[in-house]
């Protein structure tokens, strides 16, 4: 007779165990709740983010969320982290380049786009969708990770001696607070229509990259 675990080797399948089988699950069970949150905040706003809600959604009883996550607070902070991990894959999805110019320019066209895809996300993370929800450390080092190639595009700027500011925190945290600004507007209903949002944004981005760059003679 044929070993079992041969066979499904052939099918290009492999075993797993029972414990690692369940973690999947439950991993896979967590994104669906998580998502599940991010719709409804997208649809009905944050006051309609509630365990129930979420519970109907998953058609599941409260019960199984309170045990994932055990508490609101604990769904918003997952929600919180997966849109870091969303905000980093942008990121990582742009193409290096040696002009670093060029290649912070397309970062921030990559904030941009997260910000419209991952609406949501970004709202919990950047706009205080949860007044209540405060990130603790652990949370805000994902943060700190996801915004990781910007801190990298300006540490090295400044090195090169090719920043006017002296101080690479303060340059991110000047490109964060800007394009963060006009995103927020726009998503506030403040800004005349996405095109015009658009443009605005794109101004911001060469602008800022003009200010905070030695300009060659």
């Known amino acids: 007779m044929q070993d079992p675990s041969t066979a499904l080797s052939k099918k290009g399948r492999t075993l797993t165990t029972y414990q690692k089988a369940k973690l999947q699950h439950t991993e896979t069970l967590k994104f669906s709740m998580i998502e599940a949150a991010a719709s409804i905040l997208q649809e009905s706003g944050a006051e309609a983010v509630t365990i129930r809600k979420v519970a109907e959604k998953m058609e599941c009883p409260t019960k ?25 894959a ?36 950047f706009g205080g969708a949860f007044s209540e929800f405060k990130p603790e450390e652990e949370s805000l080092q994902t943060m700190v990770t996801a915004l990781e190639q910007v801190n990298r595009i300006v540490a090295e700027a400044t090195e090169r001696g090719l920043m ?27 800004l005349p229509g996405a095109a ?11 602008g800022l990259i003009q200010t905070l760059f030695v300009q060659a003679n």
């Not at 769904?75 to 980093?88: H, N, P, Q, S, Y």
């Not at 002009?99 to 419209?116: C, E, H, P």
């Not at 015009?196 to 060469?206: N, P």
Request: contains cysteine.
């Open 64 to 88: 199984v969320i309170y045990n994932l996550f055990g508490s609101k607070e604990g769904l918003v902070k997952e929600l919180f982290l997966e849109g870091c991990t969303l905000l980093a």
């Open 90 to 125: 942008e990121f990582q999805a742009v193409p290096e380049q040696p002009d670093l110019k060029r290649y912070l320019y397309g970062l921030g066209q990559a904030y941009w786009d997260f910000s419209q895809k991952y609406t949501s996300y970004y709202r919990v993370m």
């Open 164 to 190: 006017n500011e002296e101080d690479p925190k303060l340059a991110v945290e000047l490109i964060w607070a800007s394009l963060h600004g006009v995103i927020d507007l726009y998503l506030g209903g403040h």
């Open 196 to 206: 015009g949002a658009r443009a605005l944004y794109d101004k911001s981005i060469s």
